[in-house]
């Protein structure tokens, strides 16, 4: 009778223990996943944070004005000969603009006047 309860007891150990095993691998994976994708949502947390954008302020006499072949804006510094091209819709409402302030037919704050 006790050799049977040896027995017995050596197999449920074994089960014991192998599940015990299989529980500890499959805990260690879910936690690997768990830890990699908190720090995956971290950094994306951290390198979607807009930082303020600096105004950059541009004297007229120090660029030239062009439009190249493709009607894209293209503002050059003429210190460093650095350029910038825009969108040619960028290049076509700049364009407007500038047209309409120098025929006048911009359109001007006006003063409201008071219904009566």
Same mark, same amino acid.
């Given at each position: 009778m006790?050799? $049977?309860i $040896?027995?017995?007891w050596n #197999?449920?150990?074994e089960s014991v223990k192998k599940f015990f095993s299989h529980v500890f691998w499959v805990a260690l994976v879910v936690t690997? %996943?768990?830890? @990699? *994708?908190?720090v995956g949502f971290y950094y994306k947390q951290i390198k979607t944070v807009e930082m303020p954008? #600096? +105004? /950059? /302020?541009? =004297? $007229?006499? !120090?660029?030239? %004005?062009? /439009? !190249? =072949?493709?009607?894209r %804006? +293209?503002?050059i510094d #003429? @210190?460093? @000969?650095?350029?910038?091209?825009? !969108?040619?819709?960028? @290049? #076509?409402?700049? *364009?407007? %603009?500038?047209?309409?302030?120098?025929?006048g037919q911009h359109n001007p704050n006006q003063t409201p006047t008071p219904a009566k």
């Open positions: 006790e050799n $049977k $040896k027995i017995y #197999k449920v150990s690997g %996943l768990g830890i @990699g *994708f908190g954008s #600096k +105004m /950059v /302020v541009i =004297e $007229k006499q !120090d660029i030239i %004005l062009a /439009v !190249d =072949e493709n009607q %804006l +293209m503002v #003429k @210190g460093t @000969g650095n350029y910038t091209i825009y !969108d040619n819709e960028i @290049g #076509k409402t700049i *364009f407007t %603009l500038y047209a309409r302030n120098i025929w």
